[in-house]
């Protein structure tokens, strides 16, 4: 064990499996999901997706990527979070984009199956507050993290409704259209799902990028909660997620407020 799982209690996991959702092209940066077995041991990393938990990724000290312009999402480079895409019994995925020289997606991508990473779950100390109307925007990869919520969203029995938006380029950028489409028949009236692309127009697909009016009109229309709609007298029980950079959560939550709905009474998840 490194240095660095060992300060972390961090434990031996196998690559089961890799599978493409996205091919590396021109226009697009490849996405992958890693089936990973569960610790020796071990039934679950106890990780809490309806709560925001995380899987930490460890990367070696000795990891170095073929690009020397490397850069990591992490503070701590050694240790990158990743959200925990789904789980079966005695495995996990961790889905992910591979960016240029990006030092944890690189290392990732350079496992082969039937080696071992060190991992560990780390927990956001978010409460949950269950809403009537759930809203969740994921900015690109950000839905590897937004729909898992969603669906732990739909087995319990608060939400009527589960709305998903998820922000893209390129509909060849998009993936797990057969699982959005489970959900919406497992679901039926309960859960919807909106796309919208930046860089295409395609027929049935919300075109340019999220602003506040395409927030009301896949949120607040769809459910009839706007200042003077049916179900104004709902608007306290509408709960939002934004997945995404920092900076697109700032602006999503802005463009929220300015809709009335502001972070600290209407957010899914919040640190107390």
Sequence with gaps: ??????????????????????????????????????????????????????????????????????????????????SMSAERPGEFDVTFKVYPGGHCSGYLDSVQVGETIEVFKRGRALQRRPGKHVGIIAYGVGIAEAFPVAKAELEKKDAEHVKLLWASKTMGDTFWHEQFSAACQRYPGRFSIATILSSEQQEGFLHGRINGQTLSDVFDASWRTAHGEENEADRDRVRFLVVGTKKMMDDTEMMLRQLGYHWMRHSLLRAF
Excluded at 15 to 42: I, R
Excluded at 47 to 70: A, Q, W
Aim: net charge positive; charged share 15%.
């Design 1 to 82: 064990m490194s240095k660095w799982g060992a300060l972390w209690g961090a434990l031996p996991v196998r690559l089961l499996k890799k599978t493409c959702l996205v091919e590396a092209s021109s226009g697009c940066l490849p996405v992958y999901t890693l089936t990973f077995s569960n610790p020796p041991g071990s039934t679950s990393l106890g990780v809490r997706t309806d709560h925001g938990d995380v899987v930490k990724v460890c990367v070696p000290e000795d990891y170095r990527p073929i690009l020397k312009n490397h850069y990591s999402h992490s503070q701590f480079p050694q240790a990158q979070s990743y």
